[in-house]
Nanobody, 121 residues
Framework: QVQLAESGGGLVQAGGSLRLSCAASGRTISSYPMGWFRQAPGKEREFVATITRSGISTSHAPSVQGRFTISRDNAKDTVYLQMNSLIPEDTAVYYC??????????????WGQGTQVTVSS
């Protein structure tokens, strides 16, 4: 079993950048494809990005394509989400998840507790 802990969230102005980190413990994440999801107030949790075990292949939601980049460092058991050109609509709790290379939440076995990202206009 793997435990996931997100960090790096906070308050940022529109147009700014943040980098989220997801650190794993209990088992190395190199065994898992990983993903990032987010949930805005009053909305369902939605897919943001996913990455294969090796990191060679990635996929991003159309709403973040070109602004967000998922990456990983298996030696550090950490997955990242670089977020640039942030807009208020990106405000949400961001979750990392392990187990799938998919936009579907059901493909993932393990989830972190989330980190809040707030983008002010």
């Amino acid at each position: 079993q793997v435990q996931l802990a997100e960090s790096g969230g906070g308050l940022v102005q529109a147009g700014g950048s943040l980098r989220l980190s997801c650190a794993a413990s209990g088992r190395t994440i190199s065994s898992y494809p990983m993903g990032w999801f987010r949930q805005a107030p009053g909305k369902e949790r939605e897919f943001v990005a996913t990455i294969t075990r090796s990191g060679i292949s990635t996929s991003h939601a159309p709403s973040v394509q070109g602004r967000f980049t998922i990456s990983r460092d298996n030696a550090k058991d950490t997955v990242y989400l670089q977020m640039n050109s942030l807009i208020p609509e990106d405000t949400a709790v961001y979750y990392c998840a392990a187990g799938g290379f998919s936009p579907n939440q059901g493909a993932y076995d393990y989830w972190g507790q989330g980190t809040q990202v707030t983008v002010s206009s």
